[in-house]
């Protein structure tokens, strides 16, 4: 089975593919990709600031 | 339409920062508490007493249950805390543990400069999971430059031994990074290699406190010489591989890519934070103190004010309002969207007050402008593009979902999609994790091929993608929490029932495998066990002895022998036609709004079955069009802790897909929250695939359900869980006689629905995708 390359693939498209290829043979560069993707509101979620102090972040 | 920061609004406040300790035992030339222009700190009490805690507790959680916080933070700051002493710390913590823990999750901060910390008071910190902060500034030379003693001692040997105390496996776990302020006179790279050698979870880089009155240290000839110290510890750090996190390059890093800075040194994200001094007065961010004496007063206290009568402060509120609470030069300038006008408190210059530049102005723009020109920086991680129109999704998906029309094929489709987001987070865990302790994974990958659907049924699991959330942001810093990807790979182990044998992190005398239950050893062990996994038994071989279990057949069948410990395991309750996960066990399950109870006994669980069982009922009564869509996709029912006051409860949490929070309350209204919920678990995995919306901190829209505007993906999803809630009250109100409570509640939650929609079709922050959805939505409205 051959991890579709082109990156204009949909999102749906991209996890068929993490969904059915055996997870030893996942390319971490796609997973990289799928993860920050559905993070990318996440990573960084809005709503208040950190302060300068160290805790959680927002 | 309101926005953040509207006169008269009650802003939600997240963050306090409690003054539990006035003085310090260094008198560090640069600290802004006591040796800039306000000097308040002269004329309060010594320590917070009992009172002021328990009153700032109180309004706390009144303002969190209010709003409905998620989460709050309070930090313990000074002057120095640790001066509170051990006894007098632990009546701090147990009283807001206490007060707030019920209502929302409260993180615990301690910012420190470490001098007192000790293996005792770490133990309290653990015991009551604090989060330490420390204040070092690099290499002795650096550190003891101004944090010194006050009889000119430096502070440098005593921080590196608490430091040292943090980085113990035991304490790990609170060390939650390092503050340096920066010091040009120093040398960058002697800072940076210091502060590298000690590992720190997480990095930041102050600038010291100025402002135009009283303007920053600048050498001669140098015109920035911030930026270029900045400039000359993000090339180490970069030509490093970036080893820790630091808060003010990633923060630059993301709002050049148009994200959010997560700081308030840097970008327009807004500032919800409000500071409690020792005798109870509420004042703004403490960095204001640098400013003129009194710039952080607000004239009101916890005594006799609530925190929304301090969030509706004008000063307050000019911290939500992003670039229009900006000067006019920095509203014109090229690089506001990064640096958001800098520190607030570093703007102030008599005459015209807050209302300028940074005094670190010409140095943050060429900070930011070298970042984005320098090549070797890398770009910040460009994801492939995401779908905004909804074309990528299966055909008339996106139609029937904003209709409140899912269906099986459509949930079957969304959790075949998380379970493909579960496995792609396990490759990065993995993947982040050093070879050596890549055991766990290595087993799960060969369950993968051996036994796929043992690995599937352990990862469709809710909470086994919560703790991929969680070890995906922890890796390189919590390899406790990494390593529990091998309690993953046992349960699947033991699904399958296949034989492995495998390191497993226990922690206090717990081992949890996901989905299946959890051993508990006679002894408080923490650190790494030896399961051996084989069919029919396991055997655990910790620090205080071997454990053994043993079970005939299928482990949900059978009563497990156990020998030296005790097994609990998950429980299940029949749920329309089927039975569900009952989930009271897994420690990743509390990451509700609030907080999840605790294993209830017999004659409660069975109270549960019976209710879950009418909810059921109901659903499939009220909800003919979507009753096939919650039975399928329904994995799993988290009890929450009761409502003091006894309002209902209920919580769906973002990463945990088919999971439910709930607080025991009869059928019809649990039928009522468990379709709300699922509705937000649904919109949330649609989320993951498509845009509905383009998030924008400062666009708050008003909705009627709510006291306090809302972001709008706040507001899409009340919005959404609405719809169902609308048709749940249709079908109730059609059963009894015009003018009932069922026609009024359907009535109110129409009404609800309707405007919200129009809010959001109005925002400006809907993709064509979203505006189609919003549509579709408001449409179902009319029967």
């Given at each position: 089975m051959n991890i579709v390359e082109n990156e204009q693939v949909s999102m749906a498209e991209r996890l068929s593919e993490l969904r059915r290829r055996p997870l030893g043979e996942i390319p971490v560069a796609r997973a990289l990709d799928v993860t920050r993707t559905v993070m990318r509101h996440r990573d960084?979620?809005?709503?208040g600031v950190e302060v300068a102090r160290f805790g959680s972040v927002a | 339409m309101p926005t953040s920061g509207s006169p008269g609004t009650a802003w939600p406040i997240s963050q306090y920062v409690l003054?539990?300790?006035?003085?310090?035992?260094l008198a560090c030339d640069h600290c802004y508490v006591y040796?800039?222009?306000?000097?308040?700190w002269r004329g309060r009490p010594m320590v917070m007493d009992a009172r002021t805690v328990a009153a700032v507790a109180d309004r706390i959680a009144e303002h969190a249950a209010t709003h409905r916080l998620r989460r709050v933070s309070v930090v313990l700051h000074?002057?120095?805390?640790?001066?509170?002493g051990p006894e007098r710390m632990r009546q701090v913590l147990a009283a807001l543990r206490r007060r707030i823990d019920p209502v929302s999750h409260l993180d615990l901060l301690m910012q420190s400069?470490?001098?007192?910390?000790s293996e005792p008071y770490c133990d309290l910190l653990a015991e009551y999971d604090v989060q330490v902060g420390i204040s070092l500034d690099g290499d002795r030379a650096a550190n003891d430059r101004h944090r010194r003693?006050?009889?000119?001692?430096?502070?440098h040997r005593q921080v590196l031994r608490a430091i040292e105390l943090l980085q113990t496996p035991t304490y790990r776990r609170l060390f939650a990074g390092i503050l340096c302020t920066v010091d040009v006179r120093n040398d960058p790279i002697a800072v940076y290699e210091a502060l590298r050698a000690v590992r720190p979870p997480r990095l930041d880089l102050l600038l010291p406190h100025a402002t135009w009155a009283n303007p920053p240290i600048r050498p001669a000839g140098r015109a920035t010489p911030y930026a270029d110290w900045l400039l000359a510890v993000h090339e180490r750090w970069t030509a490093d591989g970036?080893?820790?996190?630091?808060r003010l390059f990633d923060a630059l890093r993301s709002t050049a890519a148009?994200?959010?800075?997560?700081?308030?040194?840097?970008?327009l994200d807004p500032a919800d934070l409000v500071v409690v001094e020792t005798d109870g007065t509420w004042e703004q961010v403490?960095?204001?103190?640098?400013?003129?004496?009194?710039?952080?007063?607000?004239?009101?206290?916890v005594f006799t004010h609530t925190v929304d009568e301090v969030s509706r402060l004008p000063e307050i509120a000019?911290?939500?309002?992003?670039?229009?609470?900006?000067s006019a030069q920095c509203r014109a300038c090229p690089v506001v969207t990064q640096?958001?006008?800098?520190?607030?408190?570093?703007?102030?210059?008599?005459?015209?007050?807050?209302?300028?530049?940074?005094?670190y102005c010409a140095d943050l723009k060429e900070l930011i402008v070298s970042l984005s020109a320098r090549r070797d920086v890398e770009p910040v991680p460009v994801t492939a593009p995401v779908d905004q129109?909804?074309?990528?999704?299966?055909?008339g998906l996106l139609d029937r979902i904003a209709a409140g029309r899912t269906d099986a094929d459509a949930v079957r489709f969304l959790a075949e999609s998380q379970l493909a987001i579960t496995r792609a987070m396990l490759v990065e865990v993995a993947d982040g994790m050093p070879v050596t302790e890549r055991a766990g994974w290595e087993v799960l990958v060969r369950l993968d091929r051996e036994a796929p659907g043992a690995v599937e049924e352990t990862l469709r699991h809710p909470y086994v993608r919560v703790w991929a959330v969680d070890a995906r942001r922890q890796l390189g810093t919590d390899s406790a929490l990494t390593a529990q990807l091998c309690c993953v790979a046992a349960a699947a182990a033991v699904r399958a029932g296949a034989t492995v044998e495998i390191d497993v992190p226990m922690r206090a005398g717990v081992l949890h495998l996901p989905s299946l239950g959890t051993l508990t050893v006679p002894e408080p062990v923490t650190g790494a066990a030896v399961l051996t996994v084989e069919p029919g038994r396991w055997r655990l071989r910790h620090k205080a002895g071997t454990t053994l279990v043993s079970f005939d057949g299928e482990l949900y069948a059978t009563a497990p022998q156990v020998t030296g410990g005790h097994w609990r395991a998950n429980r299940r309750l029949a749920f329309a036609g089927r039975t569900i996960l009952f989930e009271d066990?897994?420690?990743?399950?509390?990451?509700?709004?609030w907080k999840a109870a605790e294993r209830p006994d017999a004659s409660a669980l069975a109270r549960w079955g019976e209710v879950l069982s009418g909810a059921w009922s109901s659903i499939e009564a009220e909800l003919p069009h979507q009753a096939a869509a919650v039975r399928i996709g329904l994995r799993a029912v988290v009890p929450l802790v009761d409502d003091p006051t006894g309002t209902l409860r209920s919580s769906t949490a973002r990463?945990?897909?088919?999971s439910v929070g709930v607080a025991l309350a009869d059928a019809p209204a649990t039928a009522v929250m468990i379709a709300h919920e699922f509705q937000h678990s649904v919109l949330g995995a649609l989320l993951d695939l498509c845009d509905l919306f383009t998030p924008s901190p400062a666009v708050r829209l008003t909705v009627g359900w709510r006291a306090d505007p809302r972001p709008v993906e706040g507001v899409l999803q009340g919005t959404y869980a609405h719809l169902t809630i609308t048709e749940m009250w249709r079908q109730r109100a059609s059963?009894?006689?015009?003018?009932g409570p069922a026609h009024q509640r359907h009535e109110q939650f129409r009404a609800w629905t309707a405007d919200a929609a129009d809010a959001l079709l109005s925002?400006?922050?809907?993709t064509p995708a979203g505006d189609r959805f919003v549509r579709r939505l408001a449409a179902a409205l009319t029967p």
């Open positions: 960084d979620a809005e709503g | 003054k539990v300790h006035s003085r310090c035992d040796e800039h222009a306000d000097q308040s000074g002057g120095e805390p640790l001066l509170l400069n470490g001098v007192r910390l003693f006050a009889n000119g001692a430096g502070s970036r080893p820790m996190p630091i148009g994200g959010h800075s997560g700081s308030e040194w840097v970008g403490d960095s204001l103190k640098t400013a003129y004496d009194g710039a952080a007063t607000t004239g009101l206290s000019v911290r939500q309002t992003g670039l229009a609470g900006l640096c958001g006008g800098g520190l607030f408190a570093h703007r102030y210059r008599e005459g015209t007050g807050f209302d300028n530049p940074s005094a129109d909804g074309t990528d999704l299966p055909d066990l897994d420690p990743h399950r509390d990451c509700h709004d990463q945990a897909f088919a059963r009894e006689a015009p003018g925002s400006g922050a809907l």
